[in-house]
């Protein structure tokens, strides 16, 4: 069981900086340990447009990337949260803003290794100079807490839904900071499946957005595929997930003629969208018939996927559970999902944050 908060009731302002991956990402959030966490500001630099090319992520790039921008990444969260004048400042003027934080946190993993070692050092560095102790923080917590981002925080047990481009899976959270893994994908994660897909189909990375915008397309002309994709595991008992048989799908419906490019394109991408949520939202809808939670919660960076909250959204409410879908600028990596898993650590136990040399990162974090 659970302690009760420890610090519950005093507001812990937290500078938190993400970058696990291609997003450099720095907020201020504010929160008690109670009801929900709020964002002050929530700062991204995408490097998405300069992976592209690449068709996906490109680890020295991203490493390099993210050191050019950490610095003015964290100011301008300093500033927008109202902490710092100018957002141009550097030196002393970031420093003193940090007299206004209780303390720092930073996602130490799971990421890319040469990602991660840049918001560490930055984190340390700076929380060494204003001696303020650091939160050194999971990414996957991050994006379970992304739900506890909006105005009404989800109540317990929580069965989340998490989907991003590395995971995919159910987790039931019966309290804060207790995991239940119900199930998830045996291979692909669902963004992995939209990003593989859409390279089949010609369109662009990262697949997510590229494909939900051609199925828009298809879905306003009135096109779709001949042949259904299949559903995988879908009605197989268990709550695990696979994803690799739908890129298999995709690419075998090409050579065979079924899918014809590039005038099959948007309906493929439509049909392609359709199996991925399809498969989700039976999968999630099966976790809650069985372990009876309280409320649904969707994050990770496919709860950007405008058909897949519309599906939930439907079928939670036909189930009578209110369903939490982390706010948008939350849903795909940043800081604040961060900031938020962190200040309901700090409420629970100050001890979570230490001091600034002895954090590392660490590639292979797990849960
Ligand atoms: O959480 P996230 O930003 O990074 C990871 O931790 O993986 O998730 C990135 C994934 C990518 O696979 C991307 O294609 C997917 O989220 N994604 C989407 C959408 N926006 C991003 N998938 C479907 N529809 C979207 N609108
Ligand atoms: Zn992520």
New binding site residues.
């Given amino acids: 069981m659970i302690a009760p908060m420890e610090h519950a009731g005093t507001t812990t302002r937290i500078l938190a900086i993400e970058s696990?991956?291609d997003?450099t990402a720095a907020a201020v959030v504010e929160g008690n340990g109670t009801g929900s966490a709020t964002a002050r500001s929530n700062v991204i630099a995408s490097q998405a447009a300069l992976h592209a090319r690449f068709g996906g992520v490109y680890p020295d790039l991203a490493a390099q990337e993210h050191t050019i921008n950490i610095i003015p990444v964290i100011a301008l969260a300093l500033h927008e949260a109202g902490l710092l004048d100018s957002p141009e400042a550097n030196g002393q003027a970031v420093r003193d803003a940090l007299d206004h934080v209780d303390a720092l946190a930073v996602t130490v993993g799971p990421?890319l290794i040469g990602s991660l070692l840049v918001g560490t050092t930055a984190a340390a560095q700076l929380a060494l100079l204003a001696g303020k102790p650091i939160l050194p923080m999971n990414?996957w917590e991050g994006?379970l807490y992304s739900a506890f981002l909006g105005t009404e925080p989800p109540a317990f047990p929580i069965l989340f839904l998490t989907?991003?481009?590395?995971?995919t899976s159910l987790i039931l959270m019966r309290d804060h900071f207790q995991y239940e893994l119900l199930g998830s994908t045996v291979d692909d994660?669902?963004?992995?499946a939209?990003?593989k897909c859409?390279r089949i189909l010609g369109l662009g990375?990262?697949?997510?957005?590229?494909?939900?915008a051609a199925a828009n397309d298809a879905r306003a002309a009135g096109t779709q595929l001949k042949r259904k994709l299949p559903r995988p595991m879908l009605g197989s008992g268990t709550l695990d997930m696979s994803f690799s048989g739908l890129k298999t799908a995709v690419l075998y419906a090409v050579e065979r003629g079924d899918i014809r490019l590039p005038g099959d394109q948007a309906a493929a991408a439509r049909e392609t969208?359709d199996a991925?949520v399809d498969t989700l939202a039976g999968k999630l809808m099966d976790a809650a018939a069985q372990y009876q939670p309280a409320s649904l919660a969707l994050v990770?960076?496919?709860?950007?996927?405008?058909?897949?909250r519309d599906e939930l959204a439907t079928r939670a409410a036909a189930a009578g559970l209110p369903l939490h879908v982390a706010p948008m600028p939350f849903?795909?990596?940043n800081a604040a999902m961060i900031g938020a898993a962190a200040v309901f650590r700090y409420a629970l136990d100050q001890h979570f944050a230490v001091p600034p040399l002895t954090i590392e990162a660490n590639a292979s974090l797990r849960l």
């Fill in positions: 696990s991956c997003e990421g990414h994006h989907v991003s481009g590395g995971h994660a669902a963004g992995e939209f990003d859409a990375y990262p697949g997510g957005p590229a494909i939900s969208e991925i990770g960076g496919v709860a950007a996927n405008a058909r897949l849903t795909t990596d």
